[in-house]
């Protein structure tokens, strides 16, 4: 599910987390692209995803269904994430 292929994607997925969040303490290189965001990984919590989720479908212009079985495995980590927006994209 990783989408490491696309290296521009993963970068700017980084960006967005730390620029929705206000991560100013936390750099792109600080964020493993299969490192956990949630929990014990970068410790974002549902409110953080909300955020994100909103951030991601304003850039990248897709819907994301909060209501889905599958959408919780998007959000694992960035690599799940650049997947999922270039699955997204490619629809």
């Known amino acids: ?3 490491l292929n ?3 994607l993963v970068r700017d997925i980084k960006l967005l987390i730390i620029d ?3 991560l100013e303490d936390i750099s792109v290189d600080d964020i493993g692209d299969e490192q956990t965001l949630f ?3 970068l410790g974002l919590d549902s409110v953080d995803a909300l955020e994100l989720g909103l951030a991601i479908q304003k850039k990248y212009g897709i819907k994301i269904d909060a209501d889905a079985k599958d959408t919780r495995n998007h959000f694992t980590n960035v690599a799940s994430l650049a997947a ?3 699955a997204k994209q490619a629809a």
């Open 39 to 41: 929990g014990e990984g």
């Open 6 to 8: 696309n290296p521009g």
């Open 84 to 86: 999922f927006v270039t």
């Open 1 to 3: 599910m990783s989408d």
């Open 20 to 22: 929705a969040l206000g």
